[in-house]
T-cell receptor
Framework: DQQVKQNSPSLSVQEGRISILNCDYT??????FLWYKKYPAEGPTFLIS?????DKNEDGRFTVFLNKSAKHLSLHIVPSQPGDSAVYFC?????????FGTGTSLTVIP | DAGVIQSPRHEVTEMGQEVTLRCKPI?????LFWYRQTMMRGLELLIY????????DSGMPEDRFSAKMPNASFSTLKIQPSEPRDSAVYFC????????????FGPGTRLTVL
């Protein structure tokens, strides 16, 4: 059963606007959350992470928000750029167990 | 460092054949993970090693799948016999140590079983 869910398979956003990617999880024991970005024919690359003791982490144009009570996290990209077009995977971990979502394909329209 | 290296990048085989996927982790990384990516289930953890020792193989789908790590710089994932439903992209990833949450992924092997 999927412990990490990304319910939006795709998202299209105009360049310069905000992109919001969402992720839900079911296991309250997860203590670390990550976002990975994947271009075609390449492996996923780490983008940003957040510990369960925080509710926000920011790195340049990327911000991850964690709502533990709702078991929900989101990735905000602002402003969005055409180079951000990729598949974004949400992941949650407990110890060495990592659980990934099915990914959201983001297209940023110039 | 060249990053995680996987070979082959593409593999096409017929049902019933043995398939071996290879991975070279980043030097000095203590952990190695094998994942399978499908449209329906996303990235699934198959097995992971710590210091060459298999720690958790609960994600391995069935006995047709096996993985080894004979030394710190090499791992294999073998499927024997292969079936069409094994068609997927298989990723290898490595990680420096337990206090480091980020994993570094290889480019993946796209497997097609006809």
């Amino acid at each position: 059963d999927q412990q990490v869910k990304q319910n939006s398979p795709s998202l299209s956003v105009q360049e310069g606007r905000i992109s919001i990617l969402n992720c839900d999880y079911t296991n309250s024991m997860f203590d670390y959350f990550l976002w990975y970005k994947k271009y075609p024919a390449e492996g996923p690359t780490f983008l940003i992470s957040i510990s369960s003791i925080k509710d926000k982490n920011e790195d340049g144009r990327f911000t991850v928000f964690l709502n533990k009570s709702a078991k929900h996290l989101s990735l905000h990209i602002v402003p969005s750029q055409p180079g951000d077009s990729a598949v974004y995977f949400c992941a949650a971990s407990s110890g060495n167990q990592f659980y990934f979502g099915t990914g959201t394909s983001l297209t940023v329209i110039p | 460092d060249a990053g995680v290296i996987q070979s082959p990048r593409h593999e096409v085989t017929e049902m019933g054949q043995e398939v071996t996927l290879r991975c070279k982790p980043i030097s000095g990384h203590d952990y190695l993970f094998w994942y399978r990516q499908t449209m329906m289930r996303g990235l699934e953890l198959l097995i992971y090693f710590n210091n060459n020792v298999p720690i958790d193989d609960s994600g391995m789908p069935e006995d047709r799948f096996s993985a080894k790590m004979p030394n710190a710089s090499f791992s294999t994932l073998k499927i024997q016999p292969s079936e069409p439903r094994d068609s997927a992209v298989y990723f290898c990833a490595s990680r420096p140590g337990v206090s480091y949450n980020e994993q570094f992924f290889g480019p993946g092997t796209r497997l097609t079983v006809l």
